[in-house]
């Protein structure tokens, strides 16, 4: 149990363009989902933390404008590159949180691998 | 603020050997502390975690004890496998941060026969 997918696994778009990144809770309901983004040989670097049906919670020096999160019901978490540069190309990693405890456990999904030409 | 600093990688090591990944932490109060490993192609999965000060985490012949007083949570494997390759991040999250993980920066782990 307590599987958490991501589509697409890749994509490749062109510069100017929006992107958007699914995250969903397989077998599970998520109250809090986050975004993390992972650089070559670098750390997950938090970017939002989302609770369903309200705004999500952006980390200091992330663009919200940019990058738009919406966390529609308790399985599903959108992650939207807007206007998208070669800046941007990363590994975006989604997680999703079940309960509402202080060490509740994330689980994470496989990521996606964005390429912005 | 919070910070996990752990050894740079890669390590490699030959099937058997004794493995150790150092990791040291920063942060305010009584974090929860985690090891996550990830295979290649796959996502980030929970290995071992602890709670609190002298709590020790163990999973797959994996485990790590949390000190205090030394602000580590050194991750050890008496016999690695070929299997065992991975990336291994060390974690923290603090229990005033709303479940939010801070992250090292990765250590790689390569396993040679």
């Known amino acids: 149990g307590a599987v958490v997918s991501q589509h697409p696994s890749w994509v490749i778009c062109k510069s100017g363009t929006s992107v958007k990144i699914e995250c969903r809770s397989l077998?599970?309901?998520?109250?809090?989902m986050f975004w993390y983004r992972q650089f070559p040989k670098q750390s997950l670097m938090l970017m939002a933390t989302?609770?369903?049906?309200?705004?999500?919670?952006?980390e200091q020096g992330v663009e919200k404008d940019k990058f738009l999160i919406n966390h529609a019901s308790l399985t599903l978490s959108t992650l939207t590159v807007t206007s998208a540069h070669p800046e941007d190309s990363s590994f975006y990693i989604c997680?999703?949180?079940?309960?509402?405890?202080?060490?509740?456990?994330?689980?994470f999904g496989p990521g996606t691998r964005l390429t912005v030409t | 603020g919070n910070s996990v600093t752990q050894m740079e990688g890669p390590v490699t090591l030959s099937e058997e050997a004794f493995l150790t990944i150092n990791c040291t932490y920063t942060?305010?109060?009584?974090?929860?502390l985690f090891w996550y490993v990830q295979y290649p192609g796959e996502g980030l999965q929970l290995l071992l975690k602890?709670?609190?000060?002298?709590d020790k985490g163990s999973n797959k012949g994996f485990e790590a004890t949390y000190r205090k007083e030394t602000t580590s949570f050194h991750l050890e494997k008496g016999s690695v496998q070929v299997s065992d390759s991975a990336v291994y991040f060390c974690a923290l999250s603090g229990r005033g941060g709303g479940n939010k993980l801070t992250f090292g920066t990765g250590t790689q782990l390569k396993v040679e026969l």
């Open positions: 997680s999703a949180q079940r309960g509402d405890y202080a060490i509740s456990e994330q689980y």
């Open positions: 602890a709670t609190k000060a002298d």
């Open positions: 942060a305010t109060g009584y974090p929860s």
């Open positions: 077998d599970f309901q998520a109250t809090t």
């Open positions: 989302s609770n369903e049906g309200s705004k999500a919670t952006y």
